[in-house]
């Protein structure tokens, strides 16, 4: 019984230092900031120019390895002209065994997400990949990987991108190896 007790005693202990971390609906906001980073990643793996789009508040900033694109529209915009297309990088044609069109697919998973929430506003580091099956469709090739720094806006109990920044460790302009924990700034 004593172990008992003791057992409780640390949980509500643990739950009130959780509870004084994390003020009442973070849990919300989290899930919220995640599922948006997901749909970001669907609708760019899909080339759906409006989805990809409508993550972004109205005003909202992408700063990728090509440049800075600011506002809603001029994001979707950039989506629509094909310039994030990865499909063709060592791209082979290739076909069913009926004999259509294999079109070949990058997809991205995002990973390790650090949310900080602040009201109405919110800061996440989250690291990313992606990988491709351009060649042989059978194969996947790991294509990059890097983080994002990102900033959130709540407008009307909704989540936005308020600045979506890419880092790839690939592309000298744009990498965070060898610089201090970004975790330090958020």
């Known amino acids: 019984m004593k172990k008992l007790l003791t057992l409780l005693t640390m949980m509500l202990a643990a739950t009130t230092a959780l509870a004084e971390k994390h003020p009442d609906g973070y849990a919300d906001d ?3 900031i995640i599922d948006l980073q997901h749909r970001y990643v669907l609708a760019m793996d899909y080339f759906d120019a409006d989805g990809y789009a409508e993550v972004f508040a109205v005003d909202g ?4 390895a090509g440049g800075v694109v600011e506002g809603r529209e001029a994001i979707r915009e950039f ?3 094909g310039t994030y ?3 063709t990088m060592g791209f082979q044609p290739a076909e069913t065994p009926d004999g259509k069109e294999w079109p070949s697919t990058v997809r991205h998973l995002i990973t390790n997400q650090v949310v900080k929430v602040e009201g109405n506003t919110a800061k996440a580091i989250t690291y990313w ?3 491709a099956n351009n060649a042989n469709r059978r194969e996947i090739q790991w294509l990059s990987f890097g983080s994002w720094e990102d900033e959130y806006v709540k407008i009307d109990g909704e989540w ?3 600045l979506h920044k890419i880092f ?3 592309n ?3 990498f965070t190896a060898g610089q201090p924990n970004p975790l330090n700034d958020l």
């Open 168 to 170: 790839n460790e690939g």
């Open 30 to 32: 989290r899930a919220a």
């Open 129 to 131: 990949m992606n990988y």
């Open 61 to 64: 900033v992408l700063d990728w």
């Open 160 to 162: 936005f991108f308020s």
């Open 85 to 87: 297309d990865l499909r």
């Open 79 to 81: 989506m629509s002209t």
């Open 172 to 174: 000298p302009r744009t």
